[in-house]
């Protein structure tokens, strides 16, 4: 099955600089990856995506770059603040093998970002 | 909101004891998957359904079973519980599968004492 790497799994930053936080993927037919911040006690949300056909995408502060030959795919977030102290896990979806709904979302261990004000 | 209801949202349990916990998905959503999270631990994929269907199974444990109902709620069980099964449990729905955004409900934490 897939397997998914994440590092680092702790960050400290100091408030306005950048973050990056990155993941490796076993399955190369995998193609959704998906990044989720967990607040301190909150449910996992989904903060950007990326699918395989892209080699980037961008969202205000947040960007994702994929790289399929390499299988690893990476966050970065500008400007931090302090309210982007969360646990970020990356996940990549892969396929089980036919039908509909065949496909299982790994998710890596999740790396603990500390924004310092 | 994520439109995800997870019941009951804290479980205090002896060990031993038999829960079940429940998961509501997404309107639409046909595909449930649970998690489990431990202290400071990731996201440990249990078992995925869809449209009834068990799709996919991860690390989950012979006393733990799980199904998904003809309505698409699925239920989670957890039997001969031990300390070490304390944990947030979450329920994630997606639309088709694994390569489309999954919602997340709050999580039923379960401490076993």
């Known amino acids: 099955g897939e397997n998914v790497e994440q590092h680092p799994s702790t960050l400290s930053v100091q408030e306005g600089d950048s973050a990056v936080i990155k993941c490796t993927y076993s399955?190369?037919?995998?193609?959704?990856f998906p990044w989720y911040k967990q607040e301190l006690g909150k449910r996992p949300q989904l903060i950007i995506d990326i699918r395989s056909n892209v080699g980037e995408k961008k969202d205000q502060r947040i960007a994702v770059t994929l790289n399929k030959t390499a299988k690893h795919f990476s966050l970065h977030i500008t400007e931090t603040q302090p309210e982007d102290s969360a646990v970020y896990f990356c996940?990549?979806?892969?396929?089980?093998?036919?039908?509909?709904?065949?496909?299982?979302?790994?998710f890596g261990k999740g790396t603990k970002l500390s924004v310092i004000p | 909101d994520s439109g995800v209801t997870q019941t009951p949202k804290h479980l205090i349990t002896a060990t031993g004891q038999r829960v079940t916990l429940r998961c509501s998905p997404r309107s639409g959503d046909l595909s449930v998957y649970w998690y489990q999270q431990s202290l400071d631990q990731g996201l440990q994929f249990l078992i995925q359904?869809?449209?009834?269907?068990?799709?996919a199974k991860g690390n989950i444990l012979e006393r733990f079973s799980a199904q998904q109902f003809p309505d698409l709620h699925s239920e989670l069980n957890l039997s001969s519980l031990e300390l070490g099964d304390s944990a947030l449990y979450f329920c994630a729905s997606s639309i088709s599968g694994g390569n489309t955004e999954a919602f997340f409900g709050q999580g039923t934490r379960l401490t076993v004492v």
């Open positions: 359904y869809y449209n009834g269907e068990e799709r």
């Open positions: 399955d190369s037919a995998s193609n959704y």
């Open positions: 996940a990549a979806s892969s396929g089980l093998g036919g039908g509909a709904g065949s496909y299982q979302l790994t």
